[in-house]
């Protein structure tokens, strides 16, 4: 696997961690906390990554849900970061990098929308997921 792929599936991984954390985030906290929490784990996350190296055993960090998901958003985020940083690095071009990143990332939470979240396909849906591979071909050529 090339490192253009290595860094389009940080990307893809971590938007799809933060999108499904955002989802499932309890509407009751405030969203500034919530933001605060995060940025700080992810803080103490790239501290550890930076000090001891790329080896992160999260499972034994937070046990409890609601920490668990501030967990999976923070690492979604460094995700997101690196992935990002890394196919710049790597030459990726702005205008196109972030469509590609959002289309396969919408693609799997199409799925998992539709599987695990008992969301609705309607025909507008369907075709707006088709044009949105289409996309991706047509920017790539």
Do not use: D
Not at 88 to 102: D, E, H, Q
């Amino acid at each position: 696997m090339s490192n253009m792929w290595v860094a389009l599936l940080l990307a893809v991984t971590g938007g799809i961690g933060y999108q499904l954390s955002q989802k499932l985030l309890p509407t009751n906290i405030n969203p500034f906390l919530i933001f605060a929490s995060i940025y700080f784990i992810a803080f103490i996350l790239c501290l550890i990554v930076i000090f001891f190296g790329y080896g992160i055993k999260t499972e034994e960090i937070l046990s409890h849900k609601i920490k668990w998901l501030f967990l999976l958003l923070a690492l979604s985020t460094i995700l997101i970061e690196s992935g990002y940083l890394f196919a710049f690095r790597l030459g990726a071009p702005l205008s196109t990098f972030g469509i590609s990143v959002m289309v396969f990332s919408s693609i799997i939470l199409f799925v998992i929308g539709i599987y695990f979240f008992k969301e609705t396909i309607t025909v507008t849906k369907f075709f707006g997921l088709v044009f949105c591979i289409t996309g991706i071909f047509l920017i790539k050529s």
